[in-house]
């Protein structure tokens, strides 16, 4: 078995390289093990829509099922279902969606739930360690199937007041979110225009990513023909939100994680609010503007529910997309249930979308980067061009460096899911930021050049 699956947030790969039939039944032997030693018995199963999900299904529920673990296969659902499922389903112990998010139609993958936490990290590696050590439980289990969209939608209903229509896009990409988000808005009020709501593991349209500005370029198009208020974009697996205000403007995920916690701060004065490395200056002086109090943390999804529940935050986000709401919902990143947030916000402000952002400084920046690294030294030019930066600036290096400049700031930090750094770059003015662009990549260059020998 191939131990770069194991990933920091779930285990990813391409299907037929990566996840052949026996490899996928001992996940699932070791995930229903692991599931029997924790005391637990029953583990929810869903899939997104990629065409590949109904075989890695039933290699893996082959192997939970002969530790003795029952399944409730949950069906094709957006990942945020599967996290609903666990919060709802009487006697669920544990959870696993079969996902390959916005990778490639090639690739699938699995995220994992041990009771109401995320696995990650370590407990990803113990699963490969327990595979590898054929530590195993035998038993016999049953399956059965539960349908939870329904429930869902009654429970989104019941907690989101939308008290006009709302003239709203929703673009699917093809992905999973097609077969809930449009019943779900009806069912708001609303009447949404819908594009790429078949679900199609090909995606025969474009990626299902909208924080790639050039697969939100159907909704972008479709807003300002209709002259709608907002387009709503979501990735395969429905659990990051990508938006386009009535201009046609895309709200990157900070400055949606700003409206959201101006609106959260309302209800909640001087709650803690967190946002990753790669979000604006203008996101953290917006919170502490509005009274609440701003954490930067580490990027990825895992580790922000992490930190969402240590500090007892009302929110968290990150730029990709994944919004995290601990106000009045579970605390996980659910892309459907955001948008519906921000529907009912349009829905109760007489102002557009584009207004109510218009006080927040819009700093020149850089989109998010990749720089092709091989995983090998990633971690290890990030370590050495810190050790650079921290000698002549202030730097942040909680997850990667974030060198802070005079008058903005630049990132670069090693992704964990891909074999690339990941950089970004905002400061003052347009010149600055292609100053201290230039300034960062030159060392990472070098110190990549020295590593690979």
């Known amino acids: 078995m191939n131990p770069h699956i194991f990933r920091q947030y779930d285990i990813r790969g391409v299907v037929e390289k990566d996840l052949p039939h026996e490899d996928v039944v001992k996940l699932g032997r070791a995930f229903g093990s692991w599931t029997r030693d924790e005391g637990g018995k029953t583990v929810v199963v869903g899939r997104d829509g990629r065409l590949t999900g109904p075989s890695l299904r039933d290699s893996l529920v082959e192997g939970i099922l002969s530790t003795g673990c029952d399944v409730i296969d949950i069906g094709a659902v957006p990942t945020p279902l599967m996290y609903f499922a666990m919060y709802n389903l009487d006697g669920v112990d544990a959870g696993v969606q079969i996902t390959g998010s916005h990778n490639p139609p090639d690739f699938n993958g699995f995220k994992m739930m041990m009771g109401h936490t995320t696995v990650w990290g370590d407990m990803i590696q113990d699963l490969y360690k327990r595979i590898v050590a054929e530590n195993y439980t035998d038993g016999e289990g049953s399956v059965r199937e539960a349908d939870v969209v329904p429930s869902y939608m009654d429970w989104v209903v019941g907690n989101i007041h939308i008290d006009q229509p709302v003239r709203v896009a929703l673009d699917s990409g093809n992905g999973i979110a097609g077969a809930v988000a449009p019943e779900l808005f009806r069912r708001l009020g609303c009447e949404p225009v819908e594009l790429f709501s078949e679900v199609d593991g090909t995606f025969p349209n474009h990626h299902p990513d909208p924080t790639v500005e050039e697969n939100i370029q159907d909704l972008k198009a479709t807003v300002l023909d209709q002259q709608l208020q907002v387009g709503i974009g979501f990735d395969g697996d429905g659990d990051r939100i990508g938006a386009i205000n009535d201009k046609g403007e895309i709200l990157w995920g900070d400055r949606l994680l700003a409206l959201f916690a101006r609106y959260v701060l309302k209800e909640h004065p001087g709650a803690t609010i967190i946002g990753e490395v790669k979000c604006s200056k203008a996101l953290y002086e917006d919170i502490e503007k509005h009274g609440g109090r701003g954490i930067m943390w580490k990027a990825g999804h895992s580790l922000l529910k992490v930190k969402l529940r240590e500090e007892e935050a009302k929110l968290a986000g990150e730029m990709s997309g994944h919004m995290f709401f601990n106000d009045k919902f579970f605390g996980y990143d659910d892309a459907l249930?955001?948008?519906?947030?921000?529907?009912?916000?349009?829905?109760?402000?007489?102002?557009?979308?584009?207004?109510?952002?218009?006080?927040?400084p819009d700093y020149p920046s850089t989109p998010e980067m990749r720089v092709d690294c091989p995983d090998e030294i990633k971690f290890s030019v990030v370590e050495k061009v810190a050790d650079y930066f921290r000698d002549r600036y202030d730097v942040v290096d909680?997850?990667?460096?974030?060198?802070?400049?005079?008058?903005?700031?630049?990132?670069?930090?090693?992704?964990?899911t891909q074999p690339v750094l990941v950089m970004r770059f905002e400061a003052s003015t347009d010149d600055l930021v292609q100053e201290y662009k230039a300034t960062m990549e030159d060392v990472v260059n070098k110190i990549r050049k020295q590593l690979e020998g």
């Open 398 to 416: 909680i997850d990667g460096v974030r060198v802070n400049f005079d008058h903005g700031w630049g990132l670069v930090r090693p992704s964990n």
């Open 337 to 360: 249930y955001a948008a519906a947030r921000l529907v009912e916000i349009l829905a109760k402000e007489e102002k557009p979308l584009s207004e109510l952002l218009a006080d927040l």
